[in-house]
């Protein structure tokens, strides 16, 4: 055993570096955060420090939704023309023309019962008389990081959609009039969301100061040519969606009470 006459120090404990090379006086007196590691490493084993860790790149994986195996929270493309032919909304066809919430999102959910009151005279309980039920807008509201530059362009391609889908056919454009196409919900299986068509009533996200951001490639259609742009995407934003079900007369017509209980027609969209 040799000891360092000024630290105390065995030299031959530490680091395989000190093994293999001693540490003089003189090291210690002109290099103050040198004798500090020596000291802090004074209880360490030979070969006692961390192995380097490994990284890999998360990635969209295509969506295997058709296959019951895909859970994550959804919303789909509307199949129409001038969302499914768009440049800037190509990204989304990895996820099976949806915008897929990378992370597992807040969602919040109301069911409600709507009640009268009878009140007769000279009672002292009022009569609850029902009215209607209702599906209060469904919130969701999740973190979406960017890693890459095609985790970029999937940002940009999510957040164009959601602008585009809260809009009305308006001024020089096809189908005049027509309010915003209705869109499905799907999440965590048959039973939770499948195939709820709802229409997106609000949407909201955030570009914050503390985050980095990466500057992303974008094609977009100019005078019938693909001319490349540049954007710059946070690395890290929430994006809140808010979804109210809405269904046609027909499809409010023809629920059964009956065959809700039994789960028999949960894949047509009723909650």
């Not at 939704?65 to 789909?76: P, Y």
Request: hydrophobic share 35%.
């Amino acid at each position: 055993m040799s000891i360092d006459p000024i630290t105390g120090i065995d030299n031959n404990i530490g680091s395989e570096n000190n093994i293999t090379k001693k540490q003089s006086v003189s090291d210690f007196l002109t290099n103050v955060n040198l004798l500090m590691s020596a000291l802090r490493s004074k209880n360490i084993s030979p070969g006692a420090e961390p192995a380097s860790a490994n990284y890999a790149t998360a990635t969209f994986n295509p969506s295997n939704a058709s296959q019951g195996e895909d859970w994550r929270v959804r919303i789909s493309v509307p199949d129409l023309a001038t969302f499914r032919t768009s440049p800037l909304l190509e990204p989304l066809a990895v996820t099976g023309n949806s915008v897929v919430f990378p992370l597992v999102p807040n969602i919040t959910f109301s069911h409600t019962a709507n009640y009268g009151s009878l009140h007769p005279t000279h009672s002292n309980y009022l009569f609850p008389t029902y009215e209607n039920s209702s599906i209060e807008p469904i919130t969701i509201a999740g973190e979406f990081p960017v890693q890459t530059v095609e985790d970029g362009k999937y940002w940009v391609a999510a957040i164009h959609f959601f602008k585009s889908i809260t809009k009305m056919a308006f001024g020089e454009t096809s189908n005049k009039g027509a309010p915003p196409p209705v869109v499905k919900l799907n999440g965590y299986g048959s039973y939770v969301l499948n195939n709820v068509p709802v229409v997106v009533t609000n949407f909201t996200y955030n570009l914050e100061n503390g985050v980095d951001y990466i500057r992303v490639p974008i094609n977009v259609g100019q005078s019938n040519q693909i001319v490349e742009q540049y954007t710059w995407v946070p690395t890290s934003s929430m994006l809140s969606v808010t979804c109210t079900p809405t269904y046609s007369r027909t499809k409010a017509s023809s629920f059964s009470l009956d065959k809700f209980i039994n789960g028999d027609i949960t894949s047509e969209g009723y909650l």
